[in-house]
């Protein structure tokens, strides 16, 4: 019996070895779940030159968008588990519709190898300048607090992680505000510039409406200041320890060889720390990361768990 179960694992080895040594062989592809031009497209995109220059073979980006990410997801896990194939993935893809789509169907961390975080990403506190004409994030919460249920925030719908986070920061905070959700954040930012709602977690799509002045910016929700709002202060340098779940990262099938996902976050860790990618992605005002495999495991299990709490709670209602 052990000397059949050694013969096994002797040539399950000398199957793999060759593989394993040999790889990459031939173009490597890169599936973004949504369409051209967005934020995973761009991460994508800026990583895929440096990778293959230090891979050796073509980086090919393949965008499959659709049904919120699922089409592309479910494309990746039914990929050959050999490296060939990997993808983009984010908090919504990983967390936030398997908690809340009974349709979604992955399970994100036993149908996918978690590779490296590519980059945090932020959102920043915006309010109409009709329930807050000057002061910051201490006079927010101040006005907040003295109208304790008048108060609304906007999201890009009900179960986003922008819903979440909007709830984790009312918790943090010790503010009661309704939420109002919309199909997409450009119609939240819209009304939030008309004073038709009071204010919102928002994410890239808010920098134009900063910058016309038709709403104010009253905190990043980032690390250190970003480059996109230079003198908007972080959620800390405001007195308040809050950060957001936002990041995009690399995933493979499950069940690719170790020495293979190994060598890609290897690999990948080397490119989005390179001096090129560092600066194309402070341009798009994101933080390069590269981090292990086991701590972006790590980043998915505490937001699943987190987010789940609220479910449960009845703080987050997916119906609204």
């Given at each position: 019996?052990?000397?059949?179960?050694?013969?096994?694992?002797?040539?399950?080895?000398?199957?793999?070895?060759?593989?394993?040594?040999?790889?990459?062989?031939?173009?490597?592809?890169?599936?973004v779940?949504?369409a051209?031009?967005?934020?995973t497209?761009?991460?994508?995109?800026t990583i895929?030159?440096?990778?293959?220059?230090?891979?050796?073979?073509?980086?090919?980006?393949e965008?499959?968008?659709?049904?919120?990410?699922?089409?592309?997801?479910?494309?990746?896990?039914?990929?050959?588990?050999?490296?060939y194939?990997?993808?983009?993935?984010?908090?919504?893809?990983?967390?936030?519709?398997?908690?809340?789509?009974?349709?979604?169907?992955?399970?994100?961390?036993?149908?996918?190898?978690?590779?490296?975080?590519a980059?945090?990403?932020?959102m920043?506190?915006?309010?109409?300048?009709?329930?807050?004409?000057?002061?910051?994030?201490?006079?927010?919460?101040?006005?907040?607090?003295?109208?304790?249920?008048?108060?609304?925030?906007?999201?890009?719908?009900?179960?986003?992680?922008?819903?979440?986070?909007?709830?984790?920061?009312?918790?943090?905070?010790?503010?009661?505000?309704?939420?109002?959700?919309?199909?997409?954040?450009?119609?939240?930012?819209?009304?939030?510039?008309?004073?038709?709602?009071?204010?919102?977690?928002?994410?890239?799509?808010?920098?134009?409406?900063?910058?016309?002045?038709?709403?104010?910016?009253?905190?990043?929700?980032?690390?250190?200041?970003?480059?996109?709002y230079?003198?908007?202060?972080?959620?800390?340098?405001?007195?308040?320890?809050f950060?957001?779940?936002?990041?995009?990262?690399f995933?493979?099938?499950?069940?690719?060889p170790?020495?293979?996902?190994?060598?890609?976050?290897?690999?990948?860790?080397?490119?989005?720390?390179?001096?090129?990618?560092?600066?194309?992605?402070?341009?798009?005002?994101?933080?390069?990361?590269?981090?292990?495999?086991?701590?972006?495991?790590n980043?998915?299990?505490?937001?699943?768990?987190?987010?789940?709490?609220?479910?449960?709670?009845?703080?987050?209602?997916?119906?609204?």
């Open positions: 019996m052990i000397r059949t179960a050694m013969l096994v694992a002797a040539l399950a080895l000398a199957a793999a070895g060759p593989a394993r040594a040999d790889w990459p062989s031939r173009p490597i592809t890169i599936v779940p949504y051209p031009g967005g934020l497209d761009a991460v994508a995109r895929s030159e440096g990778a293959a220059r230090e891979l050796g073979q073509p980086v090919v980006v965008n499959k968008p659709g049904a919120g990410g699922k089409i592309g997801m479910d494309y990746l896990r039914r990929a050959p588990k050999d490296g194939t990997i993808g983009l993935a984010v908090p919504a893809t990983m967390v936030t519709l398997p908690l809340t789509d009974p349709g979604y169907g992955i399970e994100p961390l036993k149908e996918f190898a978690p590779v490296t975080i980059v945090d990403t932020f920043v506190l915006v309010a109409s300048k009709k329930i807050l004409p000057s002061g910051g994030l201490k006079e927010f919460i101040a006005l907040a607090k003295s109208r304790p249920g008048q108060l609304n925030y906007g999201t890009p719908g009900a179960g986003t992680s922008f819903h979440f986070n909007n709830v984790y920061f009312a918790n943090l905070a010790g503010i009661q505000t309704v939420h109002v959700p919309y199909k997409g954040e450009s119609g939240a930012l819209a009304d939030l510039a008309g004073g038709q709602i009071d204010y919102m977690l928002a994410g890239q799509g808010a920098k134009t409406f900063v910058d016309t002045g038709k709403v104010r910016a009253l905190a990043v929700a980032s690390k250190k200041r970003v480059e996109a230079p003198d908007v202060p972080t959620f800390k340098e405001a007195g308040m320890d950060s957001t779940d936002g990041w995009v990262g995933i493979a099938p499950a069940g690719i170790p020495a293979v996902l190994e060598r890609l976050n290897a690999v990948l860790v080397k490119t989005i720390q390179s001096p090129s990618v560092r600066a194309s992605f402070a341009s798009m005002g994101y933080e390069p990361v590269g981090s292990t495999p086991a701590y972006f495991r980043v998915v299990q505490e937001a699943s768990k987190r987010y789940g709490a609220m479910i449960d709670s009845g703080q987050v209602k997916l119906a609204q």
